[in-house]
């Protein structure tokens, strides 16, 4: 697990089991952004961001989006 975390926290791109297939993890930052994009030779197609709680989905919510964002959780 050491060295999945650091590489993760170096903003390196893993391959590695999800629930049913392999899937690619990053940590939530620009530039694993865009070695996502860069690996999947995409730019315009949405990425799906798993956060562990609704307290730590604060930190990604835009200037301004806290009310939409707590009307839709629970």
Known sequence: MSLF???IKA????LGPSDT??????IAS???FL????????CKKPYLL??????VAIDFIAP????PFQ???Y
């Open 5 to 7: 975390t650091d590489l």
């Open 11 to 14: 903003n390196k791109i893993i």
């Open 21 to 26: 297939i392999l899937g690619l993890y990053g």
């Open 30 to 32: 620009h530039e694993a």
């Open 35 to 42: 070695s996502l994009n860069k690996l999947k030779n995409r």
């Open 50 to 55: 798993l956060i562990k709680n609704k307290e």
């Open 64 to 67: 301004g989006q806290f009310e």
């Open 71 to 73: 009307k839709c959780v």
